[in-house]
């Protein structure tokens, strides 16, 4: 015989007399049960059953365990925690309400009848075995006590507002089970099915519960306390695993909880939603602690106290869903920084008002509270905050010790941009940042690591006008803001003060894309600045006033820049620069020699040099020095574009009147006036072997050349009155140089053709030499030239000394005066005739000839002499085989009249008297243009 603990056939005889009083009344629990069951808890008995599982664990005070499993009795769902009551009973049988308040029950969250309702969509007989008794329901016995009771024309009765003692028991370690009797055409396994993805949900949801076992499959949640100092106050961490274990196979998923008030907020540790079965994002919905109909989007799920309606589906009414906001912002501070904030809700996402008013709220407290990962790590109120897009690691490392308000780089993208403007950061750009650098004191060093940092974000020409501001420290020590006017010398460490110069441990390739001009050595030694500060200095010296000048500072900078780039062109003025003296004084380097200068040894006892200060030329270097100008060998004057002899070289002006026009550039040798006369051999020497020297030797129009040829002597000679060894055109007229570098020095010794009338009479005396042996082809060719400088005009021929005596073809020198006067040797065919003793030859043409007869004051031989052919010969013309082949051999044309002669001979004679003689010719034309010519034999 059954028990009946808790009264059920009291409560019962009960129902069916308010029933049959009210006929109504059973209608409307028919309705108010299919309501609750099909539209109020409709899809929720796994979550109303196992609810009401984690309220008993609860009020039992044990860890929730729930079993799901199914047989041929039905649908078995078991759990521990407190056993049934009669108060638990009466509320299942009330129908309309529950026995659990959770305002005064320790934080039960079920409604225990109500949502037990959603049973009755899925079975028709429901068990429930508990260790305090057992109760069963069942549609078929409702029905029938309906009918015996009298209660006519009824076709459908509740299940679960009639109840009767049963004789069950729960599951061996539970407290209750409940047994549903499914409905027909119910798949059990699908329940099954639900349960199983359902439960890791529910553990989470239902803080009461340990372990949910869906068959074989358990599923289990372990929660840990963390402590975070950097959580807001009032906020708990906790880290949530579920672990679940089915057939040998196990995994787990770990979450992060942060619960502050009535929130916890969860969040995956593998950054996907919640309740993810992939990585692709799902929507959620609040849960309240079990899952409600509002849809929410933010990328945490929320579990809330939150007032619900009855059917907990929707917030009340007066519940206020922003006040759930709290404790958001400390699951963004237990992220990493990327991670974080791809937590922050998107307010345009929003699924409805409640989403979007608990978007406005999180956001709010996002943005008033330090949570944001900041450039240096530490966290940053976003609101006032800054973020520069691009910022790297090293940029970051550069400007973190600075402006903490910057935001981390790794959030530092432009992706990012959107969430971040969402939280009320401000961007700042490339022009921003340069305006905050203003005032910025670091030393070079550190502007050059943040110019190698800024180099990545700065690849437009429009991000480098953004920098147009950015403070460049210059070598001097002083700010420069932007780049406009700054130059950069990569090779110099020194301070130019001439030219406001980048310093060198801040110098980078970016500052040239932001306007830095690069400077080289040769354009800092070139710039007019400098040549002005060097000419007042020298002009100071000069007038005495050397104490004005700083002595070390403007030459240490000049000399630095020398000792920095070897190749670098030096201007001819920077030798004014004055330098300290071995006597103290200051003097231009052009007027200071090198100590043990090869100079000094060759020059006059009086010449006006002083010798450098011993500590400058140790400390720079003679290389270095002597570019400078300071005296080691001779120095070289160089000037691309001279426009007058100012230059003040000796004899210059003599030198520049020699010139048809104003040479392209000059380079001479300076003081060579001061070389003892008896040094010359040395100072020639000096000079060879001098690079720059020599290069000014090479022009022989030149000054330095010119000067030598006419100035400089070596025993006695000019050496204009020498030649070179190798110079075999004046061999015998003139003699070589002895000197170990005689060819080199050949610009500055005697060449044809002469340059002047002096030696032009110099070489035509030499001819007439006869103590000279003289070829008659180095002859010909010096009476050639003097004739061919004469008829250029660049001698007057009138101006030349006639000789005494003149060289012949035979090879002698033969007087001018003699009783058998020389002749210039004016037509070709006399060559023939006239005896070599008495034929000077020279140019080939008769005008040249005439010149060279008036400039040797001789007559030529055609007005000396004249000729007749002998006999009358045959005529003929130039198409005759024998002009022919005498245009073949010499080249000369035959015009007009050609007599052709078996043997041609010519009468000839001295005007004057003398007798006549026959002279066997080839050929010969007379004055009337007659060609005379002799047959081949």
């Known amino acids: 015989m059954h028990t009946d603990p808790f009264g059920t056939a009291d409560l019962a005889a009960a129902t069916l007399s308010a029933w049959r009083e009210s006929p109504t009344r059973l209608a409307e629990d028919v309705a108010a049960e299919d309501d609750l069951a099909s539209v109020g808890y409709r899809d929720r008995l796994f979550v109303e059953l196992v609810t009401n599982a984690a309220d008993a664990a609860r009020l039992g005070g044990v860890d929730g365990e729930v079993a799901i499993w199914s047989d041929a009795d039905g649908l078995h769902i078991a759990n521990t925690g407190a056993p049934l009551t009669e108060a638990g009973v009466r509320s299942l049988l009330a129908l309309r309400v529950s026995a659990k308040q959770p305002d005064d029950t320790g934080g039960v969250v079920g409604r225990f009848g109500v949502g037990f309702s959603a049973t009755a969509a899925v079975a028709h007989t429901v068990e429930i075995r508990s260790t305090s008794g057992t109760i069963c329901f069942d549609r078929a016995r409702a029905a029938a006590a309906v009918a015996d009771a009298g209660i006519v024309g009824v076709a459908r009765v509740p299940l679960l507002r009639l109840a009767w003692p049963g004789e069950g028991v729960p599951r061996a370690g539970f407290a209750t089970e409940i047994v549903l009797g499914l409905a027909g055409g119910l798949d059990p396994q699908a329940i099954l099915d639900a349960a199983e993805a359902q439960a890791p949900d529910l553990l989470l949801a239902l803080t009461a519960l340990r372990l949910i076992t869906v068959e074989d499959t358990a599923f289990e949640i372990d ?55 992939s990585d692709a994002p799902v929507a959620d919905v609040l849960w309240a602690p079990t899952p409600t109909d509002i849809e929410l989007s933010l990328p945490c799920r929320l579990i809330a106290r939150l007032p619900l309606t009855h059917d907990r589906r929707h917030v009340h009414p007066d ?7 709290a404790g958001y912002v400390d699951v963004l501070r237990l992220a990493e920084p990327v991670d974080g904030v791809a937590l922050v809700p998107r307010a345009h996402r929003a699924r409805g008002g409640d989403d979007a008013r608990l978007i406005d709220a999180v956001l709010h407290e996002l943005r008033s509270t330090a949570w944001l990962p900041g450039i240096a790590g530490a ?3 976003p609101d006032r905050a800054s973020v520069l897009i691009g910022l790297g690691p090293d940029l970051a490392e550069v400007l973190g010790e600075l402006f903490t308000d910057l935001v981390h780089p790794d959030l530092s993208l432009a992706h990012q941009l959107p969430v971040l403007e969402s939280l009320d950061v401000t961007r700042i750009g490339l022009a921003s940042l340069a305006e905050r650098l203003t005032g910025v004191e670091r030393d070079p060093a550190w502007w050059g690591r943040l110019y190698a940092a800024l180099a990545p974000l700065v690849s437009t020409a429009l991000d480098a006008e953004e920098l147009a501001a950015l403070p460049i420290p210059r070598s001097d020590g002083r700010m420069n803001i932007g780049a406009r006017g700054l130059f950069t010398a990569h090779a110099v460490q020194t301070p130019l003060r001439w030219i406001r110069t980048v310093a060198a441990e801040a110098d980078h390739p970016l500052l040239e894309r932001l306007g830095v001009q690069r400077l080289s050595i040769t354009d800092a030694l070139a710039d007019p600045a400098l040549r002005m500060l060097v000419e007042e200095a020298a002009d100071l010296v000069e007038d005495g006033a050397g104490e004005e000048v700083d002595a070390t500072g403007l030459a240490e900078e000049v000399l630095a820049l020398l000792g920095a780039d070897s190749e670098a062109v030096v201007p001819e003025w920077l030798s004014r620069l004055p330098l300290p003296a071995d006597d103290g004084d200051l003097r231009s380097a052009d007027e200071l020699l090198l100590v043990d200068s090869p100079l000094a040894a060759v020059l006059v006892e009086d010449h006006p040099f002083g010798l450098l200060d011993g500590d400058v030329a140790e400390r720079h270097g003679a290389h270095v020095l002597r570019r400078l100008g300071v005296g080691w060998s001779f120095a070289v004057i160089v000037d691309d574009l001279p426009t007058g002899p100012d230059h003040d070289l000796p004899d210059e002006e003599q030198w520049w009147e020699t010139l048809p026009d104003a040479p392209e550039r000059l380079c001479a040798i300076r003081d060579l006036d001061l070389v003892a ?36 002597e070596v025993d006695g000679l000019l050496l204009g009155e020498y030649r070179a060894p190798s110079d075999h055109s004046l061999v015998g007229v003139l003699d070589p140089l002895v000197h170990p570098h005689a060819d080199a020095l050949a610009p500055a010794l005697a060449a044809l053709p002469p340059e002047s009338a002096t030696e032009a009479s110099l070489l035509l005396a030499r001819l007439g030499d006869r103590g000279r042996s003289i070829s008659p082809g180095v002859t010909r060719a ?43 040797l004016d037509d070709p065919w006399w060559a023939q005739a006239v005896d070599p003793v008495t034929l000077v030859i020279g140019p080939d043409s008769p005008e040249g000839a005439t010149l060279l007869a ?3 004051d001789l007559p030529q031989v055609s007005e000396e002499f004249t000729a007749e052919p002998v006999g009358a010969g045959e005529y003929t013309t130039a198409d005759d085989t024998a002009a022919v082949l005498f245009t073949a051999e010499t080249g000369r044309p035959v015009p007009g009249e050609v007599r052709v002669y078996d043997d041609l001979r010519m009468a000839l004679s001295r005007k004057g008297g003398g007798a006549s003689s026959e002279v066997r010719v080839r050929w010969w034309v007379d004055s009337r243009g007659v060609t005379y010519l002799s047959r081949r034999r």
Do not use: K, M
């Open 379 to 381: 966290p940053v109120v």
């Open 223 to 277: 929660r840990t306390e963390l402590v975070n100092d950097e959580l807001s106050s009032g906020s708990r961490a906790r880290r949530l695993t579920v672990t679940v274990t089915s057939r040998g196979d196990r995994r787990s998923r770990a979450f992060t909880e942060i619960e502050h008030g009535p929130s916890r907020w969860l969040r995956a540790d593998d950054g996907r939603p919640v309740s993810a079965g």
């Open 782 to 824: 010096i009476y050639s030239a003097v004739v061919e400088v004469c008829r250029s005009g660049r001698i007057d021929w009138s101006e030349i000394d006639a000789p005494d005596a003149v060289r012949v073809a035979s090879g002698t020198a033969v007087p001018t005066d003699g009783h058998r006067v020389p002749v210039v």
């Open 677 to 712: 006369p008896d040094r010359w051999e040395q100072a020639l020497t000096l000079i060879v072997e001098d690079e720059q020297a020599a290069r000014a030797l090479d022009d022989r129009e030149g000054y330095t050349a010119w000067w030598l040829r006419h100035f400089a």
């Open 319 to 325: 519940a206020d869903i922003a006040a759930a906001a």
């Open 854 to 856: 008036d400039i040797l």
